[in-house]
């Protein structure tokens, strides 16, 4: 990827990401190159949805507040946290709400992420919770609001580039942070540090980067992002390429199960008389787990179970990797369908389409070749 000085940011720290927009800042990940456990900060996706703030001077002496809601409101810095609150690491995936897009049809309005909106990094900070319980909830606390230091997408810092919240039940998960540290490194400007929120299994949006501020709200927080058809999902199921005005609407919150195959890549070709293949890939389900992955060449036809690594902590994706007999050279399509701890399998075509193209989990293709080009 090119670094354009405009981005105010040095981009060349990325590598081999797609740039799917410039102002705001948006790239991802190709699935081949989330091919390691632990994906590294070097790509690792970006998604901003506003401008991007001024730099911290002294990391340590960035604050932010909790208020609203509670009985003792707080304002600590960066210093402060680490001082005050147990540390906690786990691995985990983020990922955003719009991952896998493009893959709706029609198409629908949106950065056309294909299923690198996603990856699984070390983020250390601590529980959320615990400073919640240090500033006291009140029992009328529903809901919290996020702000960020960024300004909007027009440089104005009126509005919120992005403002989300969620339920005080997942605000209080031990796995909610307040993160400082990204694979052992300081976190990086461009992923929110020195200080941003960790909400795992729900879309990305909420995982509030350059945190200043979290207000707790004693109803549904209605910044932007939360209101019209953000992050809402149809309650009854849409005829694809419906407007989706003034139908009934539901905040998405888990994300749905998915899969990539990061080995091979797509396209690619193999030694003509090669008779087996090794393919292995990531899956994840939002608060729920993956009971199985399954890989097809036949469209379906035949399915072989692949063998799955143990997650480290709830919320950390597992690696699969599976053999796969070949009966001669040719045109193969790998599909791969993980299912999750409810029963529910990804879809061989994109389901449940939504004018803003949220929660598309249809099956990765990956097509290779055997031999010579047929
Ligand atoms: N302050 C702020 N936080 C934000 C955003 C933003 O635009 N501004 N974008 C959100 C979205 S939509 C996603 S998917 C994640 C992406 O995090 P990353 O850029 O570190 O991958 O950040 C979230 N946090
Ligand atoms: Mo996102």
């Not at 955003?96 to 949106?110: H, I, L, Q, T, W």
Request: glycine share 12%.
């Amino acid at each position: 990827m090119q670094d354009k000085p405009k981005l105010g940011f040095d981009l060349s720290a990325k590598k081999g990401l797609s740039l799917l927009g410039e102002t705001p800042l948006v790239a991802e990940t190709p699935e081949e190159l989330l091919d390691d456990e632990t994906t590294p900060i070097a790509r690792f996706f970006v998604r901003n949805n506003g401008l991007l703030p001024e730099p911290a001077g002294d990391p340590e002496a960035w604050a932010f507040t909790i208020d609203g809601e509670v009985e003792h409101p707080l304002r600590l810095t960066l210093a402060e946290l680490k001082s005050r609150f147990p540390h906690k690491t786990f691995r985990m995936v983020l990922e955003c709400g719009g991952n896998g897009r493009s893959f709706f049809e029609p198409k629908a309005e949106g950065n056309a992420w294909t299923n690198g909106g996603a990856g699984c990094a070390e983020w250390t900070g601590v529980s959320l919770g615990d400073v919640l319980r240090a500033a006291g909830l009140k029992d009328i606390a529903l809901f919290t609001g996020h702000f960020g230091a960024d300004p909007d997408k027009h440089g104005s810092h009126e509005q919120q580039a992005m403002s989300r919240g969620m339920p005080i039940a997942k605000a209080l998960e031990e796995h909610t942070l307040l993160v400082w540290a990204m694979n052992g490194e300081p976190l990086p400007f461009i992923h929110g540090g020195p200080l941003r929120l960790i909400v795992p299994g729900w879309p990305g949006s909420l995982s509030q980067k350059w945190l200043t501020r979290i207000w707790i709200c004693d109803r549904e927080h209605d910044g932007p992002g939360m209101t019209g058809l953000s992050y809402r999902l149809p309650v009854h199921p849409l005829a694809p390429g419906s407007d989706g005005r003034g139908v009934e609407t539901r905040i998405l919150e888990s994300m749905p199960v998915r899969s990539i195959v990061t080995a091979p890549a797509d396209g690619a070709r193999y030694r003509e008389g090669t008779r087996s293949i090794e393919v292995r890939g990531a899956a994840w389900a939002g608060d729920d787990t993956v009971t199985r992955v399954d890989v097809t060449l036949d469209g379906g036809a035949t399915w072989v179970e692949a063998t799955m690594t143990r997650p480290r902590n709830r919320y950390d994706w597992v690696r699969w990797h599976v053999s796969l007999p070949l009966t001669g050279d040719g045109y193969y399509e790998i599909f791969a369908r993980a299912t999750d701890s409810r029963g529910r399998a990804q879809p061989f075509r994109a389901a449940n389409w939504n004018p803003n193209g949220y929660g598309c989990n249809v099956m990765h293709r990956v097509a290779i070749t055997v031999g010579p080009e047929a």
